[in-house]
């Protein structure tokens, strides 16, 4: 995700879609965790990609349970079958990695806004994989080999996104949960920039 562009707006005006509230708050520390993974150049080589594909295994398996949890399924009638980190591990097994172990300070038991803004900074992740695939295939990797975790979603990445944003901006939020929306989207980047550093330093 990117940072949107912005318009002065009547104060009778209906705030920004809470997507796009979301993403124009999270866009610095999105772009400082693009800058920090391209720092690491984890398309290089097969090493440096391994640390980075257990980063994203890191990140994706703290996420399972709240991609399986029963009642956000209700609200999100695919939700689990977006989740990927099984793909992720495969990923792992398919290049002999070790799988790391859980990194202290994963999200515990988050309320509702909070885990589907989680989940939607993961989902987000997906149109950036577009590129990263195409990067992936160049090192002798692919969809069913080692970056499955980066593969197309059923039905196309930007579907997926609208279709997911759709029903999280249609749902209602008290004004505390919008706060805890807005805490989450830092918070879940932040996340990432956390494990990043972890699983390329264990390796310095």
Sequence with gaps: MSAIETHAAPAAEQPALRSARLRQASAVLHDQLEHAVGAHAPFESRESYGRFLQMQYLFQSELKGLYNDPELNQLFPDLASRCRADAALADLNDLGLAVPAAVPGALIAPNRATALTWIRVSEGSKLGAAIL??????????????????????????????????????????????????????????????????TYSAHA
């Design 133 to 198: 695939i195409k990067r992936a295939e160049a090192m002798g990797l692919s969809e069913s080999f080692g970056a499955r975790h980066l593969a197309e979603p059923e039905g196309g990445r930007m579907r997926g996104w609208k279709a997911f944003n759709a029903i999280f901006d249609a749902l209602p939020f008290t004004p505390t949960e919008e706060a805890d929306a807005d805490q989450a989207a830092v918070d879940a980047f932040s996340r990432l920039q956390i494990l990043l550093q972890h």
